[in-house]
């Protein structure tokens, strides 16, 4: 029974909260039972709120049998980044220097999901301030990936794309600055998706870098990831769910086929997005050939505009208690700090720019834009501890510049079993129509129904 709940989509339990035929404590109870068994191996929390949990549950549990059902995320079991404020509970950021950091009000994003009847299990590990990289002498574990423990699950939204991939929650909170809630997700083989800049409110989380900084979903299915969304943006959001299962036949998706022929992708990689782009084809899609102009300088310039803006906010914590940042934050916000003003500002112009052309691209008519989600399959730990600063994440930049939103999604796996992801964005404000598009690759090309 408890394998049977704990890799139920978040949608089916939804369902069978809703009906009855699921309590919401027994659905708790699994996925705390699966979160011990997993957490000294996998490493994806930093804190557990289990009897918060429970007790949540027993009031969900009564307050659906009373007829006062909140909507689909009524007694569902999820997590948050620990950089996200939780009112009475740490939220360290995955840092020596918030270690004890106990907030008293929580981000309008948890307020969100709780008044949806979400019940959090917890805060997951991250990478430290959302900007790090894990070392050996960091105060908190590195999650671990689910599918190969031995391999590193992404970043920096890194313990909730293990949680969710590995069954511990139906879902979690994650932050996308220069693509850390799709990285994680590609690498964890699960769905992660980074709205319109501004879609979901910043308040109470802990910055990396305002202009760039996004919260989003990470899920097992799309239409998880939508039900997701649909809490987290809050009143007057339009139905992210409305276009599920309609036809997409005759919807024209862009592929930077150039582009993506300079990204280093694995042959694998290269042969699975082949693979994708043909079950889009048999989908009705039309795919065209596009070529737009400033993408070889957007991964500089996000890391540019990165590290000024988080040198800047850190600037005080880091003269003061230096050695409370780990090796890798610390030479990044130094980097970060030397950046110059101009250097910020044609940056910032580049993203501009870019943001400009793809808009004149959605508005020429195409629906979507795909690329591979992720260069290869996850590293190693060792693979990470040896090269922090390796270029990874290199089409997942494009967005975080533009704004636009974009999800990534499996589309199969290595010989060694670790998922491959594809990308899909869309137009600002458009994610009803990106989930449309995603959730007819997933269903015709059945990937999301493998877990570890």
Known sequence: MTADLHYLSLHAAAVRIADRSLSPVALVEACIERCTALQPTHHAFITFTFEAARSAARIAQQEIAAGRHRGPLHGVPIA??????????????HSRLLQDWVPDQDAAAVQLLERA??????????????????????????????????????SSSSGSGAAVAAGMVMAATGTDTGGSVRHPAAACGIVGMKPTY????????????????????LTRTVRDNALMLQVLAGPGAPNFAASLGAPVRGKRIGVPERFIATVDHTAEVSAAFDQALKVLQALGVE?????????????????????????????????????????????????????????YAAARERGAALKRTYAALFADGLAAIASPGREAPAE??????????????????????TGNPAVTLPMGFSATGLPLALQLAA????????????????????????HP
């Open 198 to 217: 501004g879609r979901v409110s910043l308040e109470g989380v802990i910055p990396l870098a305002p202009s760039l900084d996004h919260v989003g979903p």
């Open 427 to 450: 137009a600002h404000g458009a994610e009803p129509l990106l989930y449309q598009l995603a959730e007819a690759y997933e269903h015709k090309a059945g990937w999301s129904l493998r």
């Open 80 to 93: 948050h980044k620990d950089i996200l404020a939780t009112a009475g509970v740490r939220t360290t950021a």
């Open 117 to 154: 009847g979400a019940i959090s299990l917890g805060k997951t590990a991250c990478h430290e301030f959302a900007f790090g990289t894990p070392d050996a002498d960091e105060p908190f574990p590195a999650a671990r990936n689910p599918w190969n423990t031995e391999h590193m699950p992404g």
């Open 380 to 401: 190693t730990m060792a693979q990470l501890y040896a090269n922090p600063a390796g270029k990874r994440g290199i089409t997942n930049r494009i967005y975080s510049l």
């Open 287 to 343: 795919l065209v050939p596009i070529a737009p102009e400033g993408l070889d300088a957007a991964f500089e310039a996000a890391n540019v505009i990165i590290a000024y803006e988080a040198a800047r906010y850190h600037r005080d914590d880091l003269q003061r208690h230096p050695e409370k940042f780990g090796p890798a934050l610390r030479q990044r916000l130094l980097r970060g700090a030397a950046c110059t003003d101009a250097e």
